[in-house]
């Protein structure tokens, strides 16, 4: 029983043989590979960079959106406690004009 040998190998192994006699040699053929290789990278690396962009863009819009929801709440929260409570909101916001007015003097 003899196997048969597998071809995928021998292609791979005859690609990187030449590859590696284009290295050694110094032939056009490697400068053109080693140039398309690195104009590939190149084109990767705007690629990535494009896109880190527009996520950040979206991670940004996101979290503004998030923000501005927040701060609705809050807001409508603070006018509501105020209608309810408008005394006790006088007083908390005389209270805090007046903490703010001494740590203004130091």
Same mark, same amino acid.
């Given at each position: 029983?003899? &196997?048969?040998?597998?071809?995928? +190998?021998?292609? *791979?192994? =005859?690609?990187?043989? !030449? +590859?590696?006699?284009? $290295? @050694?040699?110094?032939? $056009?053929? %490697?400068?053109?590979?080693?140039? @398309?290789? *690195?104009?590939?990278? $190149?084109?990767? *690396? #705007? +690629?990535?960079?494009?896109?880190?962009?527009?996520?950040?863009?979206?991670?940004? &819009?996101? #979290?503004?959106? /998030? /923000?501005? !929801?927040?701060?609705?709440?809050?807001? &409508? !929260? *603070?006018?509501?406690?105020?209608?309810?409570?408008?005394?006790? #909101?006088? =007083?908390? /916001? =005389? %209270?805090?004009?007046?903490?703010? /007015?001494?740590?203004? $003097?130091?």
């Amino acid at each position: 029983m003899r &196997s048969k040998p597998e071809p995928k +190998k021998e292609v *791979i192994m =005859a690609t990187t043989a !030449e +590859k590696a006699s284009n $290295r @050694s040699t110094g032939t $056009r053929g %490697g400068t053109e590979n080693l140039e @398309s290789d *690195i104009q590939r990278l $190149r084109d990767d *690396i #705007a +690629k990535l960079t494009e896109d880190m962009r527009k996520m950040g863009n979206r991670s940004l &819009s996101r #979290a503004r959106q /998030a /923000a501005t !929801e927040s701060a609705e709440e809050w807001q &409508s !929260e *603070i006018t509501e406690t105020v209608r309810e409570k408008p005394f006790t #909101a006088l =007083a908390v /916001a =005389a %209270g805090v004009g007046w903490l703010l /007015a001494m740590m203004m $003097r130091r």
